[in-house]
């Protein structure tokens, strides 16, 4: 997809998605066949519903048909959130990602598996667990030092809700 195409549909489609109080996450354009796919990631700092993916499926393809942003051609829509396993790039990802493990790979080299414990705009707080019956320690982690970061999927982990009810 050319920038210009992508930058297009973003102008086009971010109001929709930003007026459902949603982030846009990303748009992705490319080819099926004779189709054209055009993904669209949304999110929210509380999740997405599957009511709200909806009707902003519904309204980006009104939007799309109103206009000639896709061409001619046939083209497909999906409309989804992010996966579990997506890369944390943005600010918002890691304030989201506050509470959850998550796996640094360092631009120093190594890796940090760490529980994020707060946010602030030069880096985050972590908790590192302890190893062999070692307490777990703090650190900080500013963003310049992060080369990747993605959650770790927790199947034993308390959500906010247990949390809260503890």
Request: glycine letters at 8%; a negative charge.
């Given at each position: 997809?050319?920038?210009?195409?992508?930058?297009?549909?973003?102008?086009?489609?971010?109001?929709?998605?930003?007026?459902?109080q949603l982030d846009l996450e990303e748009i992705e354009v490319s080819r099926a066949?004779?189709?054209?796919?055009?993904?669209?990631?949304?999110?929210?700092?509380?999740?997405?519903?599957?009511?709200?993916?909806?009707?902003?499926?519904?309204?980006?393809?009104?939007?799309?048909?109103?206009?000639?942003?896709?061409?001619?051609?046939?083209?497909?829509?999906?409309?989804?959130?992010?996966?579990?396993?997506?890369?944390?790039?943005?600010?918002?990802?890691?304030?989201?990602?506050?509470?959850?493990?998550?796996?640094?790979?360092?631009?120093?080299?190594?890796?940090?598996?760490a529980r994020v414990l707060g946010v602030d705009g030069e880096g985050l707080d972590?908790?590192?667990?302890?190893?062999?019956?070692?307490?777990?320690?703090?650190?900080?982690?500013?963003?310049?030092?992060i080369a990747k970061a993605r959650v770790e999927i927790e199947f034993n982990r308390?959500?906010?809700?247990?949390?809260?009810?503890?």
């Amino acid at each position: 997809m050319s920038t210009t195409q992508s930058e297009r549909l973003r102008g086009l489609l971010e109001p929709l998605v930003t007026d459902r109080q949603l982030d846009l996450e990303e748009i992705e354009v490319s080819r099926a066949g004779r189709r054209t796919v055009l993904r669209v990631v949304i999110d929210s700092d509380d999740g997405v519903e599957l009511d709200a993916v909806a009707d902003v499926s519904r309204a980006i393809s009104q939007k799309l048909d109103e206009t000639d942003a896709m061409g001619e051609g046939e083209y497909l829509l999906e409309v989804s959130s992010p996966g579990a396993d997506r890369p944390l790039t943005e600010h918002r990802h890691f304030v989201r990602a506050t509470g959850r493990l998550v796996r640094f790979r360092l631009h120093e080299g190594g890796e940090l598996v760490a529980r994020v414990l707060g946010v602030d705009g030069e880096g985050l707080d972590v908790e590192v667990p302890g190893v062999k019956g070692r307490k777990a320690t703090t650190r900080r982690v500013e963003f310049p030092e992060i080369a990747k970061a993605r959650v770790e999927i927790e199947f034993n982990r308390k959500d906010k809700k247990e949390e809260e009810e503890a």
